[in-house]
C-alpha cells in the first residue's frame, strides 16, 4: 500500500503596507539603528493599521492569496487550523472568523496557541488529517498582530516585534514528498521568562493589570536566548541524525525568525551554511507564528521539488519543535 504524505502544495503570505523602521523607533525610545541590527538583524517591521483589524484580517488575506495561487475553491477546503499568539477575541477562535471571511462554510476550523512554535505545532497536526486519509485539503495558518501587545516604551521588545501572516494548503502525496518527521516539545517552567501576564482566566482585566503593563508582551532576554539557543539547536540536530541527515544534504533551514544570533547558533549547530538559510528577519521582524510561513513566501522561487527542508522554532512557554519536509513542487 502507497504511504500518504502531508505535502505542502501552496504557500502564501502577507504583510501590512506600513513599514516601522529603525529610524522611526529612534524617535520613540532611548535606542538606535545600529544597536538594533547588531543585536537582532532587524531593519524594519510591517505594523497593522486601521481600527477593529486583527490577526484574523491578516490571515485571510493569506488564505485569499492561497486559494487564488493554487486555483483552489473555498468549498474544496476541509479544515482551517490557526497558529496564533494574538486571536482577535478570546472566543470565538481567529480561524473561525478567518473562514467566514473567505466563504470557507460548515468545516472544522481551531486555533493553535504555543507561541512562535505554534505554525510547526500546527502543520504537525494537520499532517495527521491528511495522512490517515481524513481530508485532502486542510489549510494551516500563521498569524499574529504582536503590534497589538507590544509596549512601544519598552525599547527591549518594541524593536522585535512586527505583523503578518502567512498559509499553506496541504494535500496528499504519494510520491515520497510532504512531511517526513516532526518533533515538538514544551516546559512550563519557562513561563516566567516569556510571557503576556494579563488579560486571561488568572488575571483577567482591571484598571490595576492596565496599569502594571501585564497586557503587554514580557520577555526576559538573556534567559529567553540561552534556552531559545540551546533548544532549537539540539532538536533540529535531533531531527537531521533521526533522518539520516546532514548538512551536505540538507537543503534549507527554516528558523523562526527571532534573533539573527539565534538563527546562526542553529545553523552552526546543524553544520548548514548561511547560504541555505532562510532570512527574512530584516524585512519583517519577529511575526511569531508568521515567521516559517513567511520565509517559505518569500523563498518559494528558490524551492525545488524533492528538497530536503528543516523547519525549526522556539517559543514561550517554553514550546519549540522541529520539522523535516521533502519540498513537493519547483517554485
Known amino acids: 500500500m502507497t504511504q500518504i504524505k502531508a505535502a505542502i502544495t501552496g504557500i502564501q503570505g502577507y504583510v501590512p503596507d506600513y513599514i516601522l523602521t529603525n529610524a522611526e523607533l529612534e524617535t520613540m525610545v532611548a535606542t538606535s539603528d545600529e544597536w538594533i541590527v547588531s543585536r537582532t538583524g532587524i531593519k524594519e517591521r510591517r505594523i497593522l493599521k486601521g481600527e477593529g483589524l486583527g490577526s484574523s484580517h491578516m490571515g485571510a488575506e493569506a488564505v485569499k492569496g492561497l486559494l487564488a495561487k493554487t486555483n483552489t475553491r473555498a468549498e474544496e477546503i476541509e479544515l482551517l487550523i490557526c497558529a496564533t499568539t494574538t486571536p482577535d477575541y478570546v472566543f470565538p477562535c481567529t480561524a473561525n472568523l478567518i473562514c467566514d471571511m473567505v ?111 501585564w497586557h503587554y508582551v514580557f520577555q526576559d532576554g538573556s534567559q529567553v536566548f540561552k534556552f531559545a539557543v540551546t533548544n532549537m539547536a539540539f532538536i533540529s540536530a535531533e531531527i537531521m541524525e533521526k533522518n539520516g541527515l546532514t548538512g551536505d544534504n540538507v537543503a534549507w533551514l527554516v528558523p523562526h525568525q527571532a534573533n539573527k544570533r539565534i538563527i546562526e547558533a542553529t545553523a552552526n549547530r546543524m553544520g548548514v551554511g548561511m547560504d541555505k538559510v532562510m532570512v527574512n528577519i530584516q524585512h519583517y521582524g519577529n511575526t511569531t507564528s508568521a515567521t516559517i510561513p513567511l520565509c517559505l513566501w518569500d523563498y518559494e522561487s528558490q524551492l525545488k521539488k524533492g528538497d530536503n527542508v528543516i523547519l525549526a522554532a522556539f517559543g514561550g512557554g517554553f514550546t519549540w519543535g522541529a520539522m523535516y519536509l521533502k519540498w513537493a513542487y519547483n517554485g
Open 103 to 213: 466563504g470557507i462554510r460548515n468545516v472544522g476550523s481551531f486555533d493553535i496557541q504555543a507561541a512562535c512554535s505554534g505554525f510547526v505545532y500546527a502543520l504537525t497536526l494537520g499532517s495527521q488529517f491528511i495522512e490517515t486519509g481524513k481530508y485532502k485539503k486542510v489549510i494551516v495558518v500563521g498569524s499574529d498582530k504582536m503590534s497589538a501587545i507590544v509596549d512601544y516604551t519598552d525599547r527591549k521588545t518594541c524593536v522585535l516585534f512586527g505583523d503578518g501572516a502567512g498559509a499553506v494548503l496541504l494535500e496528499p502525496d504519494t510520491e515520497g514528498n510532504g512531511i517526513i518527521d516532526s518533533i515538538i516539545r514544551s516546559d512550563g517552567a519557562g513561563a516566567p521568562y516569556l510571557h503576556q501576564k494579563a488579560g486571561g482566566s488568572r488575571y483577567p482585566p482591571t484598571h490595576e493589570t492596565i496599569d502594571k503593563g
